[in-house]
């Protein structure tokens, strides 16, 4: 089966824009969580939906934002980056939610912020 | 709350030497642990996983790891290092109820010597 797709896989911005980042889970998989990884912070969790809603949030400003659409895929928002916004964003899916469901990670999309 | 220790964030060894990674965890409720590996430039892939059934859990690729409650261990090892076991390892801890959100640690860079 098609594994986790995100796009763009790269993606270069300038301070004071905003971004959007996209995650398509595995067929079937309905819970998306995102994730922030950066050599400094190592992985820290964003939030996770599940059936289109939003189910936890990690402590990130509110400038990180998500939604879900009807067939499980993601977007994340990032409004007025900033250059600590720059690092690889992930998203995994999971096919329920639950805590011994596997998750799956997509390759992630590297976003650099000049 | 929960929170991992890695210990080492580089780890060298030689082609077909024993490999240990070490993880220490805390978690005010019983955990599930897991173990991910991420190569260059890809997202995490799940090792194993720990969800309170056998203490000594086998994974992928000859890996395997022990749950030890009385010393808050979950350390990974492999008889055998290949040259394509060079990559970051991540030991991740979640509760075992409510959002099973995992908390990751910083990461152990495994390098393989020939």
């Known amino acids: 089966k098609a594994g986790v797709t995100q796009t763009p896989r790269y993606l270069i911005k300038t301070r004071g824009q905003q971004v959007t980042l996209s995650c398509s889970p595995i067929s079937g998989h309905r819970s998306v969580s995102w994730y922030q990884q950066t050599p400094g912070q190592g992985l820290q969790f964003l939030f996770e939906?599940?059936?289109?809603?939003?189910?936890n949030k990690g402590n990130f400003p509110g400038r990180f934002s998500g939604r879900q659409f009807s067939n499980s895929r993601s977007e994340m928002n990032v409004s007025t980056l900033e250059l600590g916004d720059s690092a690889l964003y992930l998203c995994?899916?999971?096919?329920?939610?639950?805590?011994?469901?596997?998750?799956?990670f997509g390759p992630g999309t590297r976003l650099t912020v000049l | 709350a929960q929170s991992v220790t890695q210990l080492g964030s580089h780890v060298s060894v030689s082609e077909g030497a024993l490999v240990l990674l070490r993880c220490n965890y805390s978690?005010?409720?019983?955990?599930?642990l897991f173990w991910y590996v991420q190569y260059p430039n890809q997202g995490l892939q799940l090792l194993l996983k720990?969800?309170?059934?056998?203490?000594l859990v086998k994974g992928i690729n000859g890996f395997e790891a022990e749950f030890k409650k009385s010393e808050t261990s979950f350390h990974l090892t492999k008889p055998s290092a290949h040259m394509s076991d060079a990559a970051e390892y991540f030991c991740a801890v979640a509760p075992s109820g409510g959002s099973y959100i995992p908390t990751f640690g910083r990461g152990t860079s495994l390098i393989v010597h020939p």
């Open positions: 720990y969800t309170s059934a056998a203490t």
């Open positions: 939906y599940f059936s289109e809603t939003q189910r």
């Open positions: 978690s005010s409720v019983p955990p599930y």
């Open positions: 995994a899916c999971k096919s329920a939610g639950g805590g011994t469901d596997t998750q799956y």
